[in-house]
């Protein structure tokens, strides 16, 4: 998933003054991500293809998320500028601190009949990067100085690689128990807790691969601050892979994956302080909302057979803040 994502850059977080024909930039910051799945298919515990219509098709038969992953990150990025053409770039790495994962199994359709519930650890990193290309037009504005808009297009990748561990069993009704019953059958308390879930080290990593379109706006406010808006939307495919390694039913390295077409929005928010001729202080925020079609879910079993299933849909959620300085050349 990570080949040739180093040589990937994607928008700046504030432009250059005019003057400036290239700028590199050290940036850090933090984000929260949430990050959810469901697919659809047939509620059976068994790991043979052939028997999946041994039990009753469900419109959302598994659900995963992640809420709350914190993620430290670190970047570098670029600016050039030739006249009023502008090439920029960055690429990030983060590493997860905290977060919550929630894996949910349901008997019937609409999240009915939950089954199977486990609330986990997060661990895993980050990778975004991407580059950009843009014209940037000029408006009056009275006495003062201009507006600056730039009409922008660009290609970016996102990763995720999510692992989930310190898992802890909340809920499970054994499938004997839950035949027959028009709601699920009785829990077995006696699982409940870690010990169904000892060692689990399971992965799901995903990546959103796009090109995008997008406008930024800012003004030269003072001689030494600047302040910008950026919209981009983009769209393109995601892909992701899971290890889930306590499921001996299933193939490792790879149990499942999944494959969608993908499309989201990135808002902006940022400026640039010079704190000398050739030092500038960079700060922004960024929130961005990412959702795909349906897509395909293809299962693995250990065999070496494997099943589809449909992927119903793919939901991501970031906001993060950075803060960073920049070193005119």
Same mark, same amino acid.
């Given at each position: 998933m990570r080949a040739g994502l180093a040589a990937l850059l994607l928008l700046c977080a504030a432009p250059a003054v005019a003057e400036t024909a290239l700028a590199v930039a050290l940036e850090g910051g933090y984000r929260f991500d949430a990050l959810d799945w469901n697919i659809a298919g047939w509620n059976t515990d068994s790991g043979n293809p052939d028997q999946q219509r041994s039990g009753e098709y469900v419109n959302v038969l598994s659900e995963l998320s992640w809420s709350d992953v914190q993620i430290a990150q670190v970047g570098l990025s670029f600016e050039a500028r030739d006249g009023r053409l502008y090439l920029r770039g960055q690429a990030f790495y983060g590493e997860v601190l905290d977060g919550d994962n929630r894996d949910s199994d349901y008997d019937y359709d609409n999240r009915q009949g939950e089954f199977s519930r486990s609330d986990n650890g997060v661990f895993g990193d980050t990778l975004d990067a991407g580059i950009s290309l843009g014209y940037r037009y000029d408006v009056a504005w009275g006495d003062a100085s201009p507006i600056h808009i730039m009409p922008v297009v660009g290609a970016a990748?996102?990763? #995720?690689?999510?692992?989930?561990?310190?898992? /802890?069993?909340?809920?499970? $009704? %054994?499938?004997?128990?839950?035949? =027959?019953? %028009? #709601?699920?059958?009785? %829990?077995?308390?006696? &699982?409940?807790?870690?010990?169904?879930?000892?060692?689990?080290?399971?992965?799901?990593?995903?990546?959103?691969?796009?090109?995008? $379109? =997008?406008?930024?706006?800012?003004?030269?406010?003072? %001689?030494?601050?600047?302040?910008?808006?950026?919209? #981009?939307?983009?769209?393109?495919? /995601?892909?992701? &892979?899971?290890?889930?390694?306590?499921? #001996?039913?299933?193939?490792?390295?790879?149990?499942?994956?999944?494959?969608?077409? =993908?499309?989201?929005?990135?808002?902006? $928010? =940022?400026?640039? /302080?010079?704190?000398?001729?050739?030092?500038?202080?960079?700060?922004?925020?960024? /929130?961005?909302?990412?959702?795909?079609?349906?897509g395909i879910d293809r299962v693995y079993f250990s065999d070496g057979s494997r099943v589809e299933t449909p992927l119903n849909q793919v939901n991501w959620e970031s906001l993060a803040f950075n803060l960073g300085l920049a070193l005119r050349l």
């Open positions: 990748i996102h990763q #995720q690689n999510f692992g989930m561990n310190d898992g /802890y069993q909340t809920l499970y $009704v %054994p499938y004997a128990e839950r035949l =027959g019953h %028009p #709601q699920a059958g009785v %829990p077995d308390t006696s &699982v409940v807790g870690p010990d169904l879930l000892a060692g689990l080290n399971s992965s799901y990593d995903t990546e959103w691969t796009t090109g995008w $379109v =997008g406008l930024d706006i800012w003004r030269t406010l003072t %001689p030494r601050l600047s302040l910008r808006l950026n919209a #981009q939307f983009h769209t393109g495919d /995601y892909a992701a &892979v899971a290890n889930w390694n306590l499921r #001996q039913d299933l193939a490792h390295p790879v149990s499942f994956a999944h494959w969608a077409d =993908g499309q989201g929005l990135v808002l902006g $928010v =940022g400026g640039e /302080y010079a704190l000398s001729p050739a030092l500038l202080l960079k700060f922004g925020v960024n /929130y961005g909302k990412w959702d795909t079609d349906p």
